[in-house]
């Protein structure tokens, strides 16, 4: 039968939930976003925004141009943290209820209790104390005690004495005529493998005397009983005897073999499980997690180290001998190594976990069998991506090394801190975005958004198109080597066989000679400024209209002042982040002005009307169709010569291979 939860226990539990509740410290915190309020309260209580409860005190609001904007308001506290009620019965306690609080087991009730013991010394007296809310033993069961022995000379007064103390202890409250040949009688079976041993007492006769806790431990000892003696029992024997049954008073101890050593991961080694990311409520089936990326000197295992046996003892004192657990190595694999102490494996350096063939090992190169799509999700290593397939639509890859893809880039995200090598093409379709730490290869790109640390490098085409490369974009191509419609920035050259197309139809701009991210970060900053000046604009107008309202009526509301002086705060506010900007986009064109780098645009073959060209702030419109010319500035203005070759050194090395990527 199920043990079941009383009313006392439900109230006591009740009472420590509202204990708990009156803990909690709850401060006041404000803030523009709800989320901002949260992390102010996260720093003020030191407790992570995941682990924090909230009532809203005043919803906040946006406002229109920063009128009536109105903060959020919130009383937060820190979330208790529950935990199960500790059973507080004998039994296992299951009523289907998990109560989500931490209880100290409940106190028994358990009366007191009077005990008589016949001894050589006279009838004794002993009487303990309850436990919980158990009644005392009264005067009256302690002389019913005594005459249940046939005692009736004893002394009533000590008898209640001992009775208000109930100290626990043995007391000589009255006499009898003892007969030693009627004593309590006592015998002892060892039982097999002398892993326990059972006594058996057989009840004393009229005017014979108790067997004593002392007398049991003697007999014990005199048959060899000399381990595991359990005291309680032998209390349990001398308070309230238990006749003619085998009670058990002293117990072996078994020998225990010591555990084996054993390796605890730190990573995930079942391939198959699959963590699947949750965004607002969906499970996001691109983020599939394959991948364990480790950093240098992350541990990836300990080993839990092999314990020692514990002998065993028998009740007549033989040692049962235990064995030792046994060790076990390191499986320690490629690219980690053991900590000093030999009990951890630690990665020497970025990449993948693997545990294949018992070894641990740390991966560089990471090698996608097929295409990135809906099978293999989104990608991210710490090392060098290889996909043997092509990268769809809508995905990510993402490395620390290189990236290599053996077929084609679709509409995706492809980051890399090295190179990018595009086997077939890039078919951007308008939102592709390749960026690399040094250089991006490709047989042909079309309307993509690319930028180089160092150098993009294409065989054919490259077809409206946004690139930029902090040294060169070259199409190396002998055949169809174009650059047709979009937008390229290079640090040092732009070379192609043609560049632009021969009905005109494709605005195609090549710029040089300028640090191409400085000039993006520029222009991005350009845009910032025009759209500050607007909402400058705009709350010039309006406080014009206020101020004009005021002067003719001499004065104006509270709430039209409130409103005046809100936006005059605000435009001034713009006007000093709008001067930040411009102190900022200064700076970058000081820098730009005093680059010293020759830019060039060259083309082997023809270039086309509706081609322009900026080398610095200089641009020039091609208006006729050239054929073999370099383009380069002197004296702050475009010239031609005979076209040049560019330096082929990192064409003849070609793109790295990712198996010996640095």
Not at 134 to 140: I, L, M
Not at 527 to 540: A, G, S
Not at 582 to 598: F, G, M, T
Request: glycine share 8%.
């Amino acid at each position: 039968m199920e043990a079941r939860i009383g009313f006392d226990a439900v109230r006591e539990l009740m009472r420590r939930y509202l204990d708990e509740d009156g803990d909690k410290r709850a401060i006041v915190a404000e803030g523009a976003t709800l989320e901002e309020a949260l992390r102010s309260a996260s720093v003020q209580l030191d407790c992570p925004v995941a682990r924090l409860e909230y009532d809203v005190l005043e919803r906040g609001a946006q406002g229109f141009v920063g009128i009536g904007r109105k903060k959020w308001k919130l009383s937060v506290y820190e979330a208790a943290v529950k935990q199960k009620v500790e059973e507080a019965f004998d039994e296992a306690f299951d009523g289907g209820l998990d109560l989500p609080v931490e209880l100290k087991p409940i106190q028994p009730d358990v009366d007191g209790q009077a005990y008589v013991r016949l001894a050589t010394d006279g009838a004794l007296l002993k009487v303990v104390e309850p436990q919980g809310r158990g009644r005392r033993a009264t005067d009256k069961q302690a002389v019913e005690k005594l005459h249940a022995r046939a005692i009736h000379d004893f002394d009533e007064a000590l008898v209640r004495e001992t009775v208000k103390r109930a100290a626990g202890e043995w007391v000589a409250v009255g006499n009898f005529i003892a007969n030693p040949a009627a004593d309590a009688l006592l015998t002892v079976d060892v039982g097999s493998q002398e892993m326990e041993a059972r006594v058996i007492i057989t009840p004393p006769q009229p005017g014979g005397c108790d067997l004593s806790k002392d007398v049991i431990l003697a007999y014990l000892r005199n048959n060899k009983v000399v381990f595991g003696v359990i005291e309680e029992a032998l209390q349990g024997l001398e308070d309230a005897p238990r006749y003619k049954e085998p009670v058990l008073v002293a117990q072996g101890q078994r020998a225990v073999n010591g555990d084996d050593a054993r390796i605890q991961f730190l990573f995930e080694t079942d391939r198959t499980k699959l963590n699947l990311e949750e965004k607002n409520g969906k499970v996001d089936y691109k983020e599939l997690h394959l991948v364990q990326n480790v950093v240098e000197g992350q541990a990836l295992a300990k080993k839990v180290q092999a314990k020692q046996g514990v002998p065993g003892r028998t009740v007549t004192g033989k040692l049962l001998p235990a064995k030792n657990g046994k060790d076990l190595p390191l499986p320690l694999g490629k690219n980690v190594h053991e900590s000093d102490d030999g009990l951890t494996v630690i990665a020497d350096v970025n990449g993948e976990a693997t545990y294949i063939n018992s070894k641990i090992n740390v991966e560089t190169v990471y090698t996608i069998n097929g295409d990135v799509d809906l099978k293999t999700g989104n990608q991210f290593f710490l090392g060098t991506i290889v996909v043997t397939g092509n990268v769809e639509d809508g995905f990510s890859v993402k490395a620390t090394g290189n990236i290599e893809v053996r077929g084609n880039v679709g509409k995706a995200e492809i980051s890399a801190e090295g190179d990018v090598i595009v086997h077939q093409g890039i078919t951007g379709k308008g939102a592709g975005v390749i960026t690399a730490g040094k250089n991006v290869w490709a047989k042909f790109i079309e309307n993509a958004q690319l930028y180089a640390g160092e150098n993009v490098i294409v065989q054919t085409s490259i077809i409206n198109s946004e690139i930029t490369a902090e040294k060169r974009i070259l199409c190396s191509g002998q055949k169809h080597a174009a650059i047709i419609g979009g937008r390229y920035r290079a640090c040092e050259e732009i070379n192609a066989k043609s560049i632009g197309s021969p009905s005109g139809g494709a605005e195609t701009i090549l710029e040089v000679g300028s640090d191409p991210k400085s000039k993006l970060k520029m222009d991005e900053l350009d845009v910032k400024m025009k759209q500050l000046q607007r909402q400058i604009d705009e709350l010039d107008k309006n406080i014009y209209t206020l101020n004009e309202t005021k002067r003719q009526r001499k004065t104006l509301s509270d709430d039209k002042q409130a409103v005046l002086d809100e936006l005059t705060h605000r435009r001034d506010e713009l006007k000093q982040e709008s001067s930040s900007l411009k102190d900022e986009y200064d700076s970058l064109q000081a820098y730009l002005n005093n680059l010293k780098v020759r830019g060039k645009v060259s083309v082997s073959g023809r270039i086309y009307p509706g081609s322009e060209i900026v080398i610095r702030d200089i641009r020039e419109k091609i208006k006729n169709e050239y054929k073999g010319l370099t383009f380069y500035l002197e004296n702050m203005m475009i010239k031609t010569t005979r076209y040049e070759e560019f330096d082929d050194e990192i064409l003849r090395k070609g793109p790295p291979d990712a198996h010996k990527a640095d």
